[in-house]
């Protein structure tokens, strides 16, 4: 299937830890986000990577580390975990930078992450 | 005041309705509109994408966005219990340059039988 993948797709964790969120995607984009949707459904984009490149950098935590290790790829690290931490991360992928379906983002299933 | 308003319903319909869904934006500089359809627990589809003022078909759904007002919306018709979802308007800047979208808050759907 093609399509975008994260994982874990349920997150339970306690305050202070540090928890990894991975992304892949194989429809050959070169472009990968992370958004962040609170309680609310407000979707927010947090990071964003070209070809590897972090091209969007949101005003979010330096708790939150984005790594791309290779343009199929997209995690998202998260230490020292709090409380106001708890929402759905999705991962989405786009087609390059350029081209008019740039702006047509495909979503994975989202990660709920949950800060007891 | 956000960029982007929505209002967050829900909205509730019968089976057959024709629905408008709504977004008032701020910002001029957007020049691409989506709509993304996102039902419970699961991510963002995109159902329509529009680029500047006009509108645009496709199937049972119609996107019609007036930059001169800041207002883009969607419409449904003979809608279905299938369509019962959170209805997220975004938009963007320009293609290219790393741009981002800014999304409403969604609309929350309910067609019931």
């Known amino acids: 299937d093609t399509a975008v993948s994260q994982t874990p797709k349920y997150l339970v964790t306690q305050m202070g830890n540090d928890k990894s969120i991975k992304c892949e995607q194989n429809l050959g984009h070169d472009t990968m986000y992370w958004y962040k949707q609170d309680s609310k459904k407000f979707l927010k984009i947090m990071f964003s990577?070209?070809?590897?490149?972090?091209?969007i950098n949101e005003t979010v935590p330096n708790r939150f580390s984005p790594k791309s290790p290779d343009k199929a790829h997209l995690n998202l690290h998260i230490n020292s975990l709090e409380l106001g931490d708890s929402a759905v991360y999705f991962c989405?992928?786009?087609?390059?930078?350029?081209?008019?379906?740039?702006?047509?983002?495909?979503f994975g299933p989202g990660t709920r992450l949950t800060v007891l | 005041q956000k960029e982007v308003e929505q209002d967050p319903g829900p909205l509730s319909v019968p089976e057959g309705a024709i629905v408008s869904l709504n977004c008032t934006y701020s910002n001029s500089a957007f020049q691409y509109f989506m709509w993304y359809r996102q039902y419970s627990r699961k991510g963002p589809e995109l159902l329509m994408y529009t680029y500047s003022s006009g509108n645009k078909e496709d199937g049972r759904f119609t996107a019609q966005v007036d930059k001169s007002s800041k207002y883009i919306s969607l419409f449904i018709r003979d809608s279905q219990p299938s369509d019962s979802a959170t209805y997220l308007c975004a938009m963007t800047k320009m293609a290219g340059g790393g741009n981002k979208l800014t999304f409403g808050t969604g609309t929350q759907l309910k067609v019931e039988l």
């Open positions: 990577y070209n070809n590897k490149e972090l091209i």
């Open positions: 989405a992928s786009s087609q390059p930078q350029g081209t008019l379906a740039y702006n047509e983002q495909f």
